[in-house]
């Protein structure tokens, strides 16, 4: 069975499942997780998103990361490889209904920066962020779902606000 892609308004109660989940990974990278990071449409207030909890985990090593495997699979977590984007990896949880996404990179990692940029452009540009979750909503009902539609779709904007976010985080700092 393929999935659909639909995004819900937001819900308030996507941060407790973060922490939830944070607190729980904590217990199993333990020194390995140098951060732990609530990332995606989840994490920016207001914004319609696909019900799924991103979670981007800094690690000092992947082959640490790759011998929890066992112990997040007693999570629920299905390991994933690299899924496409090269030193990362990847675990899904909740099967077709899927729950959450872990992302795990080595922290001066390019999608680290990139992830958390994204998401802190988005926060700080509430008007942005509507004009991003409009997007994705429109394309998730003109599409019917279809995935390789929705995430087509969004491509442009999102290296558009990648962009944005890029000058945007060099200004504050």
């Not at 490889?81 to 729950?99: D, H, M, T, V």
């Not at 872990?102 to 008007?127: G, M, Q, T, W």
């Not at 019917?144 to 558009?160: C, F, T």
Request: net charge positive; aromatic share 10%; proline share 4%.
């Amino acid at each position: 069975m393929t999935r659909k892609y639909f995004v819900v308004d937001h819900n308030p109660l996507w941060m407790e499942q973060f922490q939830t989940e944070k607190t729980l990974l904590k217990e199993i990278f333990g020194r390995s997780a140098v951060n732990i990071h609530h990332i995606g449409s989840t994490a920016i207030p207001s914004i319609k998103a696909k019900p799924i909890i991103d979670i981007l985990i800094e690690v000092t090593s992947l082959s640490e990361v790759d011998m929890l495997n066992p112990e997040l699979g007693k999570l629920g977590y299905e390991a994933k490889g690299e899924n496409g984007i090269a030193e990362r990896r990847y675990f899904q949880k909740g099967g077709i209904k899927r729950s959450h996404h872990l992302h795990c990179f080595l922290s001066d990692h390019p999608e680290v920066k990139r992830h958390l940029n994204f998401r802190d452009y988005l926060i700080a540009n509430p008007e942005k962020a509507m004009e991003y979750s409009g997007l994705k909503h429109r394309l998730s009902v003109e599409n019917d779902g279809d995935r390789e539609a929705y995430l087509k779709g969004k491509e442009p904007l999102i290296k558009q606000f990648d962009k944005e976010a890029e000058i945007w985080f060099r200004k504050q700092n």
